[in-house]
Structure formats: C-alpha cells, structure tokens
C-alpha cells in the first residue's frame, strides 16, 4: 500500500450480537488483522453486547423524552420531541444517544457506561487472538451544531491518540500554526461508516494505514470532549 493511504474494509457476517457476546473473539474470527490497524466497531453492538438495552413503550411518544432525561446530567435544548442532552459522559447530543434504529420494536440502546474501558475490553481481546498491535475505535453518529445530517464520530477509544495537535508545526508555507488540532479518532469514525452505512448490518469496519505514530496507549476519547470553560454555547 503507497505510504499516505488508506484501505477501509468492512467486516461482514457478524451475528446478531446478544448480551455477553465476546465481540473480540467474534471479530478475529471475521477478518485477519494487521498490526497498526485500527478497529472500528458501532456503538450498537457494545451496547447490545453490555447488556445496555431497556424497554420502552413504542405507543408512548414521551417515553423516549423521559428515558432521554434519565439519561443526561443536563437538558441544554428542546424542541419538539427533540431533547439535546448533555450525558454523563460529557458529550453533547440529541437524546442522550438514545437509539431506537436497528433493535426489536420495543427496545432501546443506551450508550456504554464508559465508551473506553469497551474499548480497551476489545483492543485486549484482539491482541490476544491475534497477537496483532491494533487500535479500537467505539463510534457512533451524532449531529453537529453547525452543519445539517449526521456523521459517525468516536465516543470510545484505545490505542490510538484522539487529538493530533499540530500547533507550533509549519504549513505548506512555512508559516506557524497556532490553533490546529486534529480530530484524528472522529475522522477515523467517519471514514470507517462509509463503508458500515446505517442499514447493511455491517456494524465493524477495519482501517488500515494510520500513521504508527498516531497509535499507543494512553488517549481517551474523552480528550475530544470540549470542556465548558472553552464551549461558547454552554
């Protein structure tokens, strides 16, 4: 592969997953890893996989505003039926990441207790099938306050660095950055749902030709996560 490029391959024939399933073992059977590659795999399926599903009412239409609300530490907007909640977790997003697409009427998915610590599980277990050094990514689609439709974006991560700061580096021209810092997890996350789509049940996706010096322990998607001292809209 030239060096600068990117292969994006999805990981078809996964299961259905179901509570408990071991996603790393059901992963390495699915695809050969690489070292370097970095795993991307849905929030749906960690969320199927920890059990984090709940019943909800489908004939209430305030049922999912209430288990939005029970979600979040803080309700930031409403409008409608739309809730954009501030989660325990520190992201900003339309109720509490609630999703009710690509479960059994009657279900909900709520977000992983820590988006991370699944991560890590994942990574773990990857390597010690494999023997491979490969990065996960946790994603999940969000909306962004200032652009129309979604995009997929990392709420869990391990093994790669969730910002590349590139301050105090030169451009093209040799002039100074001062404020660059890329998002080099969400970027990932959205090439990966490229490949995934949000109705072919393809719920993995393997990235392969990071740079290596992106990759290492020690990020937190987290990291992403703009503190409320530096928001303007909080």
């Not at 408990?20 to 070292?35: G, H, P, W, Y």
């Not at 909900?108 to 599980?121: I, N, Q, V």
């Not at 290492?216 to 703009?226: C, L, N, P, Q, Y």
Request: hydrophobic letters at 45%; aromatic letters at 2%.
């Amino acid at each position: 592969m030239p060096p600068g490029s990117l292969t994006i391959l999805p990981v078809p024939g996964l299961p259905e997953i179901e509570r408990a399933a071991d996603l790393a073992a059901m992963i390495a059977e699915a695809v050969e890893l690489f070292d370097d590659d970095v795993v991307v795999v849905t929030q749906k399926v960690v969320s199927k996989a920890e059990g984090r599903m709940v019943e909800i009412d489908p004939g209430d239409p305030a049922a999912k505003r209430r288990l939005a609300e029970s979600e979040a530490v803080r309700v930031l907007r409403r409008r409608g039926d739309l809730v954009i909640t501030e989660t325990r977790h520190g992201y900003v997003c339309a109720n509490s990441g609630i999703d009710l697409s690509n479960v059994a009427e009657g279900r909900a998915a709520l977000l992983p207790e820590d988006p991370d610590r699944s991560a890590r599980r994942i990574r773990d277990g990857l390597r010690a099938r494999t023997g491979r050094r490969v990065a996960v990514i946790v994603s999940d689609t969000f909306g962004r306050a200032w652009r129309r439709g979604v995009v997929d974006v990392a709420i869990g991560c391990a093994g790669i660095r969730g910002i590349v700061d590139l301050r105090g580096s030169l451009d093209a021209l040799g002039r100074q950055l001062v404020a660059t810092e890329m998002c080099l997890v969400d970027e990932i996350a959205g090439a990966a749902e490229l490949v995934m789509g949000k109705a072919s049940g393809v719920p993995v996706a393997v990235v392969r030709g990071v740079d290596p010096a992106a990759l290492g322990d020690g990020s937190v998607a987290g990291e992403v996560v703009r503190p409320c001292s530096e928001d303007l809209f909080r």
